[in-house]
């Protein structure tokens, strides 16, 4: 148990508490071949963007990181790996955090059934929150699980269309990404024992700041470094995945533009250097629109929609905690 005085939650106590937490998580030792993926995902790590906000928003109202909160905040961390397991199997993708995904590890049966066993785990870990708040947290948790499951199905429907009007992209990044993060910060808050309104508030903060987050990781994906980035450049543009950066440049490209960009985004990939023309290309018309300054800026408006929504309600070292946190999250594309 991490207890510390009133006001002394600091990050440096969250790093400290997130990584004896993730370090000490076990899972069933048999089947070995169903649990070790789940061990395999803990261990290659992560931002812990979605645990740290919960005890960070946690922190705001208790003065201890307990059980209380810290097996809910691991259910966040395991769920969200979950989707990342079937995320990898649909997208094909070779890499995840710089390492072999589950599938191309073992195989994609085994990444699937590893996958469902491991959203189970995070269902029954939330199940260990404390009696008086177990019901909305359980609410939450399974409003939002549905949400992601939405934001997936809609992911890969924009795969097979030309075109996606900004506010339907931006519909699905909030139900892909942006209803987690904000399950984490409104679940932080519940368990704290915020007001209701806070709660509210904080959920909002957590919605826009996962906006953020998801504009960052389609610009990273193009312009990021393959090494901080852990996974393979270009990936979206590989699989024809509609991007912030693709939505954009659509909507800013002349007619010979947009005719270019289509027919980059149509070229049939079937070997590395056909892999490596047809993301350069794609890339040379962002960069003709400035799009990856526009996606930017974007990132920005979104973090300070996010602040606006907690300032409601919270000041001082409250919001301050927050906007650092928010600052950690921008820095990635500065």
């Known amino acids: 148990m991490w207890k510390y005085d009133v006001n002394m939650i600091t990050e440096s106590h969250i790093d400290q508490a997130l990584e004896a937490l993730f370090s000490d998580l076990s899972f069933s030792p048999a089947p070995a071949n169903l649990y070790d993926p789940l061990r395999y995902m ?32 691991a259910a966040l961390e395991i769920f969200h790996n979950f989707t990342l397991i ?15 995904t589950v599938w191309k590890k073992w195989n994609g049966d085994q990444a699937l059934l590893s996958g469902d066993v491991m959203c189970i785990d995070s269902f029954r870990r939330l199940a260990q929150a404390p009696a008086e708040v177990l019901g909305p947290v359980l609410k939450l948790f399974a ?12 992911d890969m429907e924009f795969e097979g269309r030309d075109e996606v009007p900004m506010s339907e992209y931006m519909e699905m990044i909030g ?7 904000a399950c984490a910060a409104k679940m932080g808050a519940l368990i ?7 709660c509210e508030q904080l959920y ?8 953020a987050f998801q504009v960052a990781d389609d610009y990273l994906d193009a312009f990021g470094d393959e090494k901080v980035f852990g996974k393979p450049i ?11 950066l693709t939505t954009r440049a659509l909507a800013k490209a002349d007619e010979g533009q947009r005719a270019n960009l289509l027919s980059a985004m149509h070229m049939e990939v079937v070997s590395p250097e056909t892999r490596l023309e047809k993301i350069q290309r794609v890339k040379d018309i962002y960069v003709a629109l400035n799009v990856q300054e526009d996606a930017k800026y974007e ?10 929504a907690a300032s409601v309600t919270l000041s001082g070292l409250r919001l301050e905690t927050l906007r650092r946190f928010a600052d950690r999250l921008v820095g990635r594309t500065q």
């Open 42 to 73: 803990i261990a290659i790590g992560g931002k812990r963007l979605r645990p740290r906000l919960c005890l960070t928003v946690y922190g705001l109202y208790k003065d201890e990181l307990d059980e209380r909160i810290l097996t809910p905040a």
């Open 86 to 100: 079937h995320d990898d199997i649909m997208d094909r993708s070779p890499l995840r955090r710089g390492m072999p």
């Open 143 to 154: 409003d939002t699980s549905a949400q992601v499951c939405d934001g997936q199905q809609l």
């Open 175 to 181: 139900l892909k990404t942006g209803v987690l993060i």
């Open 192 to 198: 704290g024992g915020a007001p209701k309104e806070d």
């Open 204 to 211: 909002e903060y957590g919605y826009q700041l996962g906006l």
């Open 234 to 244: 270009g990936g979206d543009i590989v699989e024809n995945k509609k991007s912030w």
């Open 299 to 308: 990132i920005l408006r979104l973090t300070q929609k996010a602040l606006e």
